[in-house]
């Protein structure tokens, strides 16, 4: 279709002047298309995201309608991030579900990878349809999609099929970074004064912790699982490696094993440590990481989380091992 084609004449965006330029006429489109209208934005707080609400509240403002579903699986401070940006900051008309119990609940005894995702997935959908039905009067529906996702229709987020939307045919879709790379939404990103957390921000899937919490999820390693996953993401920050490493993050399995903290004998699980770099997800590297920050984060693990005693590397490149661990 020509209409989803990058239009040849169009610049890559490298700097500011350029994603400047870019946001002033994408606001005089949004503007024409929206005219009076309502929107409505599912806001994660992923890049793609992010970048589409602030575009849209710089265009609409009050017009548009965010809302963050908190489905109990982010990671630390993410769900407080969002709030804090868009509500406070931005001034965003934002709709904040905490959903946790929720989900959890839905998910409990629940084994299956598959089965995992789906009810994630399936639960989105529903928590954005009833709050979106308590809306009156909206006709445009805010998307995140980007040129790959236009390219590869059967890359990635396709192929694991969740966090997405359903195709609603009641809303005409406003999708302003279509024609954009990845580190060109970045760009625009912080030309709209996004934070660095939010624009260098590391790819995090829609099922977020419940991919990194294999087999049921409990309550208890899931907490575990969030508070090794902040240590991590501070030490690698600290390391200068953030934005540097692709992905990185922690993974808790379901078995215990034999310790000792505090001179008694514990039983508890072990933490993974995954981080790796690509280009396209297709095919992974393991990131070599100095010794003394690896020894300093399993210091850290160890005596801060509750739960756990043991930290392991992950050396496996994608394949075998696929980049996540479901
Ligand atoms: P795998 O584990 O397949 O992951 O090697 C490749 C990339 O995709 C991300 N990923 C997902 N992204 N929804 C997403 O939006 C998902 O369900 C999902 N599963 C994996 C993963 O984090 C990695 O960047």
Redesign the pocket.
């Known amino acids: 279709m020509s209409d989803n084609k990058r239009p040849e004449t169009m610049e890559r965006i490298t700097t500011p002047e350029l994603a400047n330029a870019f946001i002033d006429e994408e606001i005089a489109k949004l503007r024409a298309q929206i005219g009076e209208g309502k929107v409505l934005l599912a806001l994660s707080g992923g890049v793609d995201s992010s970048v589409v609400a602030a575009m849209l509240i710089k265009a609409v403002g009050k017009q548009l309608t965010c809302i963050h579903v908190n489905h109990g699986l982010m990671r630390k401070g993410e769900s407080e991030e969002v709030i804090r940006v868009f509500g406070e900051e931005l001034g965003a008309n934002l709709i904040y579900v905490d959903a946790t119990d929720r989900f959890l609940d839905k998910l409990a005894g629940v084994s299956d990878p598959e089965t995992k ?1 789906k009810i994630i997935g399936g639960e989105f959908i529903r928590v954005f349809e009833e709050e979106s039905k308590k809306l009156s009067g909206i006709a445009f529906l805010g998307q995140g999609t980007i040129y790959p996702d236009i390219l590869e229709s059967d890359g ?2 396709a ?5 997405g939307l359903p195709e609603d045919v009641e809303f005409e879709l406003v999708e302003p970074l279509k024609f954009l790379f990845k580190d060109e939404v970045r760009v625009v990103g912080k030309a709209l004064g996004l934070p660095d957390t939010m624009v260098y921000r590391q ?5 977020g912790l419940g ?1 990194r919490c294999p087999g049921a999820i409990t309550r208890d390693r899931l907490n575990a699982l969030r508070e090794a996953d902040a240590i991590l993401r501070e030490e690698f920050e600290k390391a200068g490696l953030m934005g540097k490493v692709w ?1 990185y993050f922690t993974v808790v399995p379901d078995f215990k094993s034999t310790g000792i903290k505090s001179g008694k004998r514990s039983f508890e699980w072990p933490c993974i440590i995954r981080a790796v770099n690509t280009k396209d ?1 297709m095919t ?1 590297t393991i990131e070599r990481v100095d010794w003394d920050v690896l020894e300093r984060i399993t210091d850290r693990i160890t005596h801060e989380v509750d739960g756990i005693n043991r930290v392991l590397y992950d050396l496996t490149p ?1 394949p075998t091992g ?3 661990y479901e």
Do not use: C, L, S, Y
């Not at 192929?159 to 966090?163: A, F, Q």
């Not at 790819?203 to 099922?207: D, K, L, Q």
């Open positions: 995702r990635i987020k192929h694991h099929n969740v966090g790819p995090f899937p829609g099922p991919v992905q997800a992974a994608k696929t980049i996540e």
